[in-house]
């Protein structure tokens, strides 16, 4: 797709936004989905006006996770660029990630005599993962010419980024976990698959070694089990791809390490989605794209919590005034993925989305939901042709062929 | 589609059926299409409550066979795994195929002066055609290490397996037609096309010798013509690819054939419809998967007999609520293409598609039917989506990415 857009990419001064309400797609509970049963004035008037349809995230049938969402959205082909598991868990802690580093996924366990006999240290505390964490990183700084940061989880997972001093090959982190996936086994030595992954395997080794020997004292978390092993996607930038200067909006860290994987603009902010929106203000005039996270219709959603769902996507609703008064070129509110209640996590549904521009159809849909996205002019499409959708109706791409 | 899904499997207890009324898709005479005419109060119930849709079999405008019908229903690339005609034909005439078998298409023929003077040998009637093929077969039954096993067709038109001692390799069968596809030609000799259909083009070369013999003094089918030379495709195993242990529940030969080509379990059974459904229960427990075959829908439709189409559909609404009482976890009722009466064969026109499952929208078709179903949540879609569908519908498929 990006081979077919990128000639076709022609700057101007529009402004397009992309909302992302977090797992917005959901399923009928009592006949209603969560988003039929909020009351969403101010969505169901942009809907009537809008371009509404259904994207599929990666395939039909196909879950996706977080990251595989948020690239599709971006404009990134989700089975062509595949994030590892690494550096989705160090970006979900708040680790920054550049090409120069490897990300690592980890589990404190319980070795003895050289068995592992328990692979989770008894799914010990999250509070004392994070003293564990800290005395690692109080001890653990260098190695090599590496620099290593570890970052807390919760309960017995943390990870750590090993920083080198210049950018790694796309084959640096081929090195198979070191967990053994069965307790009674010994754990694998970090062994590297690859020329490149040499020297980032002797890192781990070290690392492994030196972390054994600080947590030796400890009753179950005597031991450390890497997985995961992971380099920055070698991905096309934001900007290089769609001609577009961008920021990030986002509240959790997570979705600023996603948009910070295509070089969004990633500044930390706290508070509320209406923060969020105070500080979309203050930047309109900056960048040409701003990416909007809403993160609680998710986290609701994976509870299970119907109602609570619900009710953040009225609270959205409520706010949608303030970005419509910005008259932004090209509005887009969708979701990532479905997360309905009913199934308490993410889901392989499509996900109902709306384009707002001059140069659509509209009248299709009486209110925004999923059912109604069904009639919309967009019909059933695979996310990663949202962007060109977004670029062409700001009148971004010029024509193909003559 | 395969590689991506294959990771993802993950097994538990649920159950898929899968119904498929041969060439269920339709076109109106007089306003209505097949579905539309026939009263399926059932049918139409269900729809209301399930995701509704289209499927296009192999790509628009593309009028699919049965087994390339079929097989996306499985879950397999049509385009992708071509199966040959000489197995097609074999497995229509009710002969089983294995991976040590090559199977041909075969003509009767007359040849006069080394010449092909009638391709088809006058179109002999089926029954001659019968007595024919079964003194080939009481004659040759065995040429090297092959035995050979002869089925009769219609009219002039019958097919031969030759089962050898161990699998074959996947290029055993390159041999083209020895059918020169013209009269007033000479018939092209078996010629191998590679180092593995060596011993295959020696044995068929030797049955068209002693087939003529046989036939020297028959008035016009005094000669073999063979087409189609084909090995069963290397095609992953339903279990392998999706995780299903599956039963084929198919009255007729081919159906089964085609289930047997993905290594489903396909007893041969007989009978109508109701017979299939009783067998059905009583292998509910001992399977994933199961593939109900309903035949005669397309059998009608092939006639041009628009009310026997309609009244076939009928019939199998009516057994429908014994299905349901199995209570499937997923339950997907649809065809392999469509067969309008109207055209009198196969067409191109997507086919509409239920599917039944606690996860779905429902609620957007009143009843079943091709143009009902253009409003369902699943959209027009290739037919080969259709698998990950049902076992994301079976909670069978892993998260994508994290």
Redesign the interface.
């Known amino acids: 797709m990006q081979n077919l857009i990128k000639p076709l990419v022609q700057k101007n001064d529009t402004k397009i936004i992309l909302v992302v309400l977090d797992g917005l797609g959901g ?2 509970i009592n ?1 209603k ?1 969560e988003i039929e049963a909020a009351n969403t004035p101010n969505l169901d008037a942009l809907a009537r006006e809008s371009a509404c349809g ?1 994207h599929v995230p ?11 969402g948020h690239l599709g959205l971006f404009g990134y082909d ?2 062509e660029f ?2 590892g ?1 690494g550096i ?2 160090a970006l979900g802690l708040g680790v920054e990630i550049k090409n120069t580093d490897v990300a690592v996924r980890c589990n404190y366990a319980t070795i003895k005599d050289g068995i592992i006999i328990d692979r989770r240290a008894g799914r010990m505390p999250t509070e004392q993962t994070k003293k564990l964490t800290e005395k690692l990183q109080a001890e653990i700084k260098k190695i090599d010419d590496a620099e290593i940061i570890f970052a807390p989880g919760m309960e017995h997972r943390f990870a750590v980024r090993l920083r080198f001093p210049s950018a790694l090959e796309h084959d640096a982190a081929m090195i198979p976990d070191t967990d053994p996936q069965k307790e009674g086994k010994a754990p694998i030595p970090p062994t590297p698959l690859s020329k490149s992954a040499e020297k980032v395997s002797k890192v781990a080794e070290q690392i492994i070694n030196k972390a054994r020997e600080i947590l030796k004292n400890e009753e179950k978390a005597n031991f450390i089990l890497t997985r995961g092993f992971a380099v920055m996607p070698h991905i096309p930038t934001f900007e290089d791809a769609f001609g577009l200067k961008a920021l990030a909006v986002a509240n959790y860290p997570m979705y600023r390490g996603l948009a910070r994987l295509v070089r969004m603009e990633t500044p930390a902010i706290e508070g509320t989605v209406e923060d969020e929106i105070i500080f979309l203000k203050q930047k309109y005039n900056d960048y040409d794209f701003f990416f909007v996270h809403v993160k609680k219709v998710d986290s609701y959603g994976e509870d299970g919590n119907f109602e609570g769902k619900a009710a953040r996507i009225e609270e959205f609703d409520k706010l949608l005034p303030q970005i419509l008064d910005l008259k932004p070129d090209v509005l887009m509110i969708t979701g990532d993925h479905s997360t ?1 209640a ?2 308490k ?6 996900v109902p989305v709306l384009i707002k521009s001059p140069y659509v159809l509209g009248g299709l849909c009486s209110v925004f939901s ?2 109604e996205c ?2 919309g002019e967009l ?2 499409f695979p996310t990663v042709n949202l962007m060109p959708l977004a670029l062409a109706n700001a009148l971004r791409l010029k024509k193909f062929g003559a």
């Not at 990666?58 to 595989?68: D, I, K, L, N, Q």
């Not at 996590?345 to 499509?350: D, E, K, V």
């Open positions: 399923l009928p006949g989905t259904l990666v395939a039909y049938g196909v879950t996706p996770g977080s990251g595989p989700p089975q595949q994030i598991r989705l868990e309905p009913l199934m996590g993410h889901s392989w549904h499509p999923e059912r069904t009639k019909g059933i």
